[in-house]
């Protein structure tokens, strides 16, 4: 059961991570609303500027994702 204690620690992280990348994160969700038809990677370059910082921000925590 270590191994599902480990994830839930993990898991607990995400909203700090989250916090960390709040302008990221924002500029991710104001491109998915404002699209009336969102199609597959219409907001992939906000995810993946998204995806760079929490990987950094879990970096600096010494946390996986």
């Not at 104001?30 to 038809?37: A, E, G, P, Q, R």
């Amino acid at each position: 059961m270590e191994s599902v204690k480990k994830a839930k620690e993990r898991l607990r992280q995400y909203p700090i991570l989250l916090a960390r990348c709040q302008e990221s994160a924002s500029k991710y969700a104001h491109c998915v609303l404002t699209k009336s038809n969102l199609e597959k990677n219409a907001c992939a370059a906000e995810f993946n500027e998204l995806k760079r910082c929490l990987v950094k921000a879990a970096a600096s925590s010494n946390t996986r994702l």
